[in-house]
């Protein structure tokens, strides 16, 4: 795991900028795997930017996004759909076809999780980028999850239903952001410096569903100084 030390929010965005600009100049069609929350919301601005002045052609990528909110209808104002399209995939030139999400309407949320996990697994995630919860979840595996387990639909705890007013998800899971080829982990401020401390220091253990990255071969940990005060 290779621990990138910045000095605030605004150094961490640009060095996960400069992380994705090079995946999709060097690989056009990578796969890239998204995040939603606070903490990407810089990123995205600097990758629709960097279109914009026409730095990057995200013409030919393919996406994945992490998790949604179940049930959610894909108009609701808090999906994690109408978050994407509107602070990335409405900026750049991706291709709608190109565009996956798991659709928090699905009737049958198993169905919906078994055919997202076969496409990625079709697919294979060139560059996943994360955030990480207060509790150290990644995606939404949540404090308990299991590292073998895949897309999946989850009861997220009482903290996390709190800050994201609903209280279930679907998410892929652990195995399944494992096999990314590579990984960027973003964590910002202080609210994440205990997460911080438990994914770099804490043991390997489902309690702290991040520290199954340590077993990663190609992640880099971007943090600011806030958020590594306890290392
Ligand atoms: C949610 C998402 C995660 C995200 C986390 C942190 O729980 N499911 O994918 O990383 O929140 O969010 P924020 O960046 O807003 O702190």
Redo the contacts with the bound molecule.
């Keep these: 795991m290779k621990i990138i030390k910045v000095k605030n929010y605004d150094e961490l965005s640009e060095k996960a900028f400069q992380i994705v600009k090079e995946q999709i100049s060097k690989k056009p069609n990578s796969v890239i795997g998204f995040?939603?929350?606070?903490?990407?919301i810089k990123l995205y601005q600097k990758l629709s930017k960097a279109y914009k002045n026409n730095n990057v052609d995200f013409s030919k990528i393919k996406t994945f996004n992490?998790?949604e909110l179940y049930p959610m209808k894909q108009t609701d104002k808090r999906s994690y759909y109408r978050y994407m399209f509107k602070n990335l995939f409405s900026k750049i030139n991706v291709k709608k076809e190109n565009i996956n999400l798991l659709n928090g309407g699905a009737k049958s949320p198993s169905a919906e999780c078994k055919n997202y996990e076969n496409k990625i697994q079709k697919n294979s995630i060139d560059l996943q980028i994360?955030?990480?919860?207060?509790n150290a979840?990644?995606?939404?595996n949540e404090p308990g999850s299991s590292p073998n387990s895949k897309t999946h639909l989850v009861n997220l705890t009482e903290e996390?239903a709190k800050?994201?007013k609903n209280s279930r998800?679907l998410?892929m899971g652990i195995s399944t952001i494992m096999k990314s080829k590579k990984i960027i982990l973003l964590a910002s401020g202080g609210?994440?410096s205990k997460a911080v401390h438990d994914l770099i220091k804490g043991k390997i253990s489902k309690d702290c569903p991040a520290s199954f990255l340590r077993k990663h071969r190609n992640i880099f940990v971007i943090i600011d100084e806030k958020a590594s005060s306890l290392l």
Excluded at 35 to 40: L, Q, S, V, W
């Design positions: 995040a939603t929350g606070k903490t990407p992490l998790d994360l955030g990480l919860g207060a979840h990644i995606g939404f996390t800050v994201k998800a998410t609210g994440k």
